[in-house]
């Protein structure tokens, strides 16, 4: 399985990103598959999160209203779309899969990561 992010990037207050994450040797379709960020000094931390079916992710508080998950089937990729960034969303963002089918929000519960891609937002 390999899990690879594309998209991060450097962006003022604001703005917006398009976080990508292809996928194989697993099906997104098939999976329960989530994004995680970890900023320095601190823990990784979900930011959304969806089963199987991908119709009703999961979102952290603090993205609420600002990102949105999507998925592309036949792409096997899915993707954050990340608007109205603010300085504390500056982070190494990673998506991950895990072999059940429900959504989960702890990074212990996943058992696929990419390598991640880092976000900076700057004030």
């Known amino acids: 399985v390999q899990l690879v992010e594309s998209g991060g990037g450097v962006v003022q207050a604001g703005g917006s990103l398009r976080l990508s994450c292809a996928a194989s040797?697993?099906?997104?379709?098939?999976?329960?598959m989530g994004w995680f960020r970890q900023a320095p000094g601190k823990e990784r931390e979900y930011v959304a999160a969806?089963?199987?079916?991908?119709?009703?992710?999961l979102y952290a508080d603090f993205v609420k209203g600002r990102f949105t998950f999507a998925r592309d089937n036949a792409q096997n990729t899915m993707y954050l779309q990340m608007n109205n960034l603010k300085p504390e969303d500056t982070a190494v963002y990673y998506c991950?899969?895990?072999?059940?089918?429900?959504?989960?929000?702890?990074?212990?519960?996943?058992?696929?990561w990419g390598q991640g891609t880092q976000v900076t937002v700057s004030s």
């Open positions: 991950a899969a895990r072999k059940g089918l429900r959504t989960r929000t702890r990074p212990s519960e996943y058992d696929y």
């Open positions: 040797g697993l099906t997104v379709s098939s999976t329960a």
């Open positions: 969806v089963d199987r079916s991908g119709i009703y992710p």
